[in-house]
T-cell receptor, first 111, second 112 residues
């Protein structure tokens, strides 16, 4: 079965600093999705990447998918308290659209 | 508001009891999914459906049954609840092979 590794497991960053989260698959992906989740709440869609080499940005968040479509990174520039939460990557594994999720990265932003 | 609605939002069950979780979407999406989320494990796929009247097993289907009698509804059933089924359950839908996924707000289930 496909394995999806997300790292790091947790991250503490000072407000204003940058951070990067990685998501690596053992197989080529149909697509890669990034979500954010506040504790006890639902998933907030951030980015969808489907083409090799694709890069998307929204406000201070940038996501990239490598050329081989096996690795993605999420980068936050000049982090703010609003960026705190759990970030999840979801890999589209087949034509039926089944998503396999990473274990998540908990981000804490300190003053 | 268009989207995915899950009911109930919270439920406490006793071991051995049964219940059904309802997922309803009003976007005419073909594909629907049920996931469970446990601490430190992300979301895992329980069952999914690629159209009315069709269902298939996901990664962790044991102890659950599903039905998709109507295109807009995807039901998840627990016939005999166990403490190991304590989790947060998320439903999602997607148009056939296109675009992103719409997730419901989740159902927090506790089995005691």
């Amino acid at each position: 079965s496909q394995e999806l590794e997300q790292s790091p497991q947790s991250l503490i960053v000072q407000e204003g600093k940058n951070l990067t989260i990685n998501c690596t698959s053992s197989k080529t992906l149909y697509g890669l999705y990034w979500y954010k989740q506040k504790y006890g709440e639902g998933l907030i869609f951030l980015m969808m990447l489907q083409k090799g080499g694709e890069e998307k940005s929204h406000e201070k968040i940038t996501a990239k998918l490598d050329e081989k479509k096996q690795q993605s990174s999420l980068h936050i520039t000049a982090s703010q308290p609003s960026h705190a939460g759990i970030y999840l990557c979801g890999a589209e594994t087949d034509s039926w659209g089944k998503l396999q999720f990473g274990a998540g990265t908990q981000v804490v932003v300190t003053p | 508001n268009a989207g995915v609605t899950q009911t109930p939002k919270f439920r406490v069950l006793k071991t051995g009891q049964s219940m059904t979780l309802l997922c309803a979407q009003d976007m005419n999406h073909e594909y629907m999914y049920w996931y469970r989320q446990d601490p430190g494990m992300g979301l895992r796929l329980i069952h999914y459906s690629v159209g009315e009247g069709t269902t298939a097993k996901g990664e962790v289907p044991d102890g659950y049954n599903v039905s998709r009698l109507k295109k807009q509804n995807f039901l998840l059933g627990l016939e005999s609840a166990a403490p190991s089924q304590t989790s947060v359950y998320f439903c999602a839908s997607r148009d056939r092979g296109v675009g992103g996924y719409t997730f419901g707000s989740g159902t927090r289930l506790t089995v005691v």
